[in-house]
């Protein structure tokens, strides 16, 4: 009987060797597995799976973002409401915002803003902040003015791109804005408006617009950032993967910031059901706000 347990001990060590020097002797002759790719550098290379028209990226699609900068580009915390008030432990909503409660609040938000801070002159920050102590009534999106560019891109509302081979077209849900991007450049634009002339170009597959000619009227959020009406804007759409595209912009505007700066987000692919866009022509809903008062018996205010 110990004989037998002994022989069968002594086979399974042998089996085991066995076993262990087949294994050893696949593992020299199967090749080896690749490392996992590392993301391919900003602006290079092709993004997996993003779809393509006449060689470049194709940007046709819904897109929104997903995050709090049309609150303030800059990091803020949560507030009570966008106007505040002096009160007898601290600030407190304005008057004209007190019964909107919870909903007029301002939720916390991260900013997109490279490095935090808008480098502002003095001045020029002292005006920022008198803008946002005054929002209700300078904020251009109160009075459903067009938001302008980078504005328009990290709204609530999504937007929409149409491209063809040599074209392209955003429709904003907001307003009902639009900007045409224009291939060919064809000089300085003729007026100032709202929504600036964009003037396109590839970086491999990164798809650079120069946005100049816009007034001096929009703002980059509901805290009174703002612009002069010498702002340049440089974007620049690099697609991330089929779902998502890295949106950098960087703005020049020497009457107002001591430097250029750039703010940087990601923007999301609507995929499903919500594949659209829907109507937000929001001027019909301010005409009691600009025109009311011409009324012949006015409303109380």
């Known amino acids: 009987m110990k004989t037998n347990i002994w022989t069968a001990a002594l086979a399974g060590l042998i089996g085991l060797s066995m076993t262990s020097s087949a294994l050893a002797a696949d593992a020299k002759a199967a090749p080896a597995k690749a490392a996992p790719?590392?993301?391919?550098?900003?602006?290079s290379g092709k993004a997996t799976g993003f779809p393509r028209i006449a060689g470049h990226p194709d940007f046709s699609g819904v897109w929104s973002s997903v995050n709090r900068a049309n609150y303030n580009i800059e990091p803020h915390p949560a507030s009570a409401a966008i106007q505040m008030r002096p009160g007898p432990l601290g600030p407190v909503p304005g008057k004209d915002v007190l019964r909107l409660g919870a909903t007029g609040s301002i939720p916390e938000g991260l900013g997109i803003v490279e490095g935090g801070q808008i480098p502002y002159k003095p001045e020029a920050r002292k005006q920022q902040q008198d803008n946002k102590a005054n929002s209700l009534d300078r904020d251009p999106e109160v009075k459903c003015?067009?938001?302008?560019v980078p504005r328009a891109n990290y709204m609530d509302h999504p937007f929409e791109i149409f491209q063809s081979d040599n074209s392209m077209l955003i429709s904003y849900e907001y307003a009902a804005a639009v900007r045409n991007i224009l291939f060919k450049d064809p000089g300085p634009a003729p007026t100032d408006s709202w929504m600036g002339q964009s003037v396109a170009k590839w970086e491999g597959d990164t798809l650079v617009v120069t946005v100049t000619?816009?007034?001096?009227?929009?703002?980059?959020?509901?805290?009174?950032?703002?612009?002069?009406?010498?702002?340049?804007?440089?974007?620049r759409w690099t697609p991330i993967d089929a779902t998502h595209v890295r949106y950098e912009a960087e703005i020049t505007d020497p009457e107002t910031f001591t430097r250029p700066w750039k703010m940087r987000f990601t923007l999301y692919k609507h995929v499903g059901e919500d594949d659209r866009l829907l109507q937000f022509k929001c001027v019909e809903f301010v005409e009691e706000l600009l025109f009311g008062t011409l009324r012949k018996n006015p409303l109380p205010r």
């Open 213 to 235: 000619g816009m007034l001096d009227r929009t703002w980059f959020d509901r805290s009174g950032n703002f612009h002069s009406d010498q702002m340049k804007v440089v974007e």
């Open 37 to 43: 790719a590392k993301p391919a550098a900003k602006g």
């Open 145 to 148: 003015y067009l938001p302008g």
